[in-house]
């Protein structure tokens, strides 16, 4: 049996005719920038995450360079960044100007290192750091990271483009953060129909930063405090995410309940099922496993044949790519990041995955590593 490693077509039973009804309404009252619908999905999500302050953008990626220039962080900054991450983390600390100090990966929970956060704080006076919650919870060490950062004056900002419906300590892992941000790119938890994001924040002159950048640096139809971009959510893809929050909470239980049955199904296996660290609630964004490097390559190539689809969530240490020559400032690194890559392997996962799929997939993993 075929399992896709990701497939977004799984709609509720009328979804679909709710969307087509919303893009025919919102067509003919040609409602496609700000409007209603933008304004509902903030308000929606500053209620569900528990946070003051939901500002919408045009993607994840954005998002991040929204909350670094709010935060005044540009050229001669250095910010921190995980090694392990998505590229646009890496990515947006360069496009504000700023110099970026890789930190090390903690192999147990996916998140940074913290004795390297504490080396890179006492050796290259960040100005700001972006931690990034991986695979559907955060680090085991966030409150501590939280408070070094605190402590040190170093603005934290939290990357939370994959971890929407992530509890911590019982409230939602955006609440108490300095300001962290998400994205809607559709295979995220939370998806729209194409593009956008969000930046949350408690402290209203973020907020109002952040929103004034994401419209050119505007205060009157005419008038500009300040250079921003264009970065506007389209209301269209406000909409799509408004209707997919009448769904949310069904498709989290689908996505923690695959997760957790592909964990208690491979123990005992030579293979590692990453566990979801204490004090969280994961959202099942992805499966994350670690075996050696030949076993993943054998397994990988069984799961190939057999039309079962797989990730690398990451491949590869962002240090190491070809586009981050020139731009590293440092690395601070006990070495950990690069195997941690070359030993991760993510079976399918996304909402509504079937008994049988998921039968499927462990059955030949079973039979490759057993
Ligand atoms: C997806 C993702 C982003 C970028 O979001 P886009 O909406 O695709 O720009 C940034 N960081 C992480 C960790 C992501 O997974």
Same mark, same amino acid.
């Given at each position: 049996?075929?399992?896709?490693?990701?497939?977004?077509?799984?709609?509720?039973?009328?979804?679909?005719?709710?969307?087509? %009804?919303?893009?025919?309404?919102?067509?003919?009252?040609?409602?496609?920038?700000?409007?209603?619908?933008?304004?509902?999905?903030?308000?929606?999500?500053?209620?569900?995450?528990?946070?003051?302050?939901?500002?919408?953008?045009?993607?994840?990626?954005?998002?991040?360079?929204?909350?670094?220039?709010?935060?005044?962080?540009?050229?001669?900054?250095?910010?921190?960044? =995980?090694?392990?991450?998505?590229? @646009?983390?890496?990515?947006?600390?360069?496009?504000?100007?700023?110099?970026?100090?890789?930190?090390?990966?903690?192999?147990?929970?996916?998140?940074?290192?913290?004795?390297?956060?504490?080396?890179?704080?006492?050796?290259?006076?960040?100005?700001?750091?972006?931690?990034?919650?991986?695979?559907?919870?955060?680090?085991? +060490?966030?409150?501590?990271?939280?408070?070094?950062?605190?402590?040190?004056?170093?603005?934290?900002?939290?990357?939370?483009?994959?971890?929407?419906?992530?509890?911590?300590?019982?409230?939602?892992?955006?609440?108490? @953060?300095?300001?962290?941000?998400?994205?809607?790119?559709?295979?995220?938890?939370?998806?729209?129909?194409?593009?956008?994001?969000?930046?949350?924040?408690?402290?209203?002159?973020?907020?109002?930063?952040?929103? +004034?950048?994401?419209?050119?640096?505007?205060?009157?139809?005419?008038?500009?405090?300040?250079?921003?971009?264009?970065?506007?959510?389209?209301?269209?893809?406000?909409?799509?995410?408004?209707?997919?929050?009448?769904?949310?909470?069904?498709?989290?239980?689908?996505?923690? +309940?695959?997760?957790?049955?592909?964990?208690?199904?491979?123990?005992?296996?030579?293979?590692?099922?990453?566990?979801? /660290?204490?004090?969280?609630?994961?959202?099942?964004?992805?499966?994350?496993?670690?075996?050696?490097? /030949?076993?993943?390559?054998?397994? %990988?190539?069984?799961?190939?044949? %057999?039309?079962?689809?797989?990730?690398?969530?990451?491949?590869?240490?962002?240090?190491? +790519? =070809?586009?981050?020559?020139?731009?590293?400032?440092?690395?601070?690194?006990?070495?950990?990041?690069? %195997?941690?890559?070359?030993?991760?392997?993510?079976?399918?996962?996304?909402?509504?995955?079937?008994?049988?799929?998921?039968?499927?997939?462990?059955?030949?993993?079973?039979?490759?590593?057993?």
């Amino acid at each position: 049996m075929a399992v896709p490693f990701v497939d977004l077509k799984r709609f509720e039973s009328g979804f679909l005719d709710r969307w087509m %009804e919303k893009v025919s309404t919102m067509s003919s009252t040609a409602s496609f920038i700000g409007g209603s619908e933008v304004a509902k999905l903030e308000v929606a999500l500053c209620e569900r995450l528990r946070v003051a302050y939901t500002v919408s953008c045009a993607n994840g990626t954005d998002a991040l360079q929204l909350a670094l220039r709010a935060m005044g962080v540009g050229a001669g900054d250095v910010v921190l960044v =995980p090694d392990v991450t998505f590229w @646009a983390t890496f990515e947006a600390v360069v496009n504000v100007g700023a110099s970026p100090v890789t930190l090390d990966v903690d192999p147990e929970d996916g998140g940074v290192d913290l004795t390297s956060i504490i080396r890179a704080i006492d050796n290259y006076a960040p100005k700001a750091a972006i931690i990034a919650h991986l695979y559907g919870w955060g680090s085991t +060490q966030l409150k501590a990271i939280r408070q070094l950062c605190t402590e040190r004056g170093v603005m934290l900002l939290e990357d939370g483009a994959q971890c929407y419906g992530v509890e911590y300590n019982g409230n939602s892992i955006y609440q108490d @953060a300095l300001i962290s941000t998400t994205s809607f790119y559709p295979a995220k938890v939370l998806g729209a129909a194409g593009d956008g994001g969000a930046v949350f924040t408690n402290n209203p002159d973020l907020a109002d930063r952040v929103r +004034q950048l994401s419209n050119h640096g505007r205060t009157q139809h005419y008038g500009y405090a300040s250079v921003g971009w264009n970065s506007r959510m389209d209301s269209l893809q406000a909409a799509f995410v408004n209707l997919s929050l009448d769904h949310i909470e069904q498709r989290l239980a689908s996505r923690r +309940q695959s997760a957790e049955y592909y964990r208690q199904q491979l123990r005992g296996l030579p293979l590692r099922v990453m566990d979801v /660290p204490e004090g969280y609630v994961e959202n099942g964004y992805c499966n994350v496993c670690h075996l050696e490097a /030949p076993l993943r390559a054998m397994l %990988e190539a069984v799961l190939k044949a %057999e039309g079962i689809g797989f990730g690398n969530i990451y491949p590869g240490a962002l240090s190491a +790519q =070809p586009g981050a020559e020139g731009y590293i400032h440092a690395a601070v690194s006990n070495g950990r990041a690069a %195997e941690y890559c070359t030993t991760v392997l993510n079976l399918p996962l996304f909402p509504y995955m079937t008994a049988d799929e998921l039968e499927a997939v462990v059955a030949v993993v079973k039979k490759t590593l057993v």
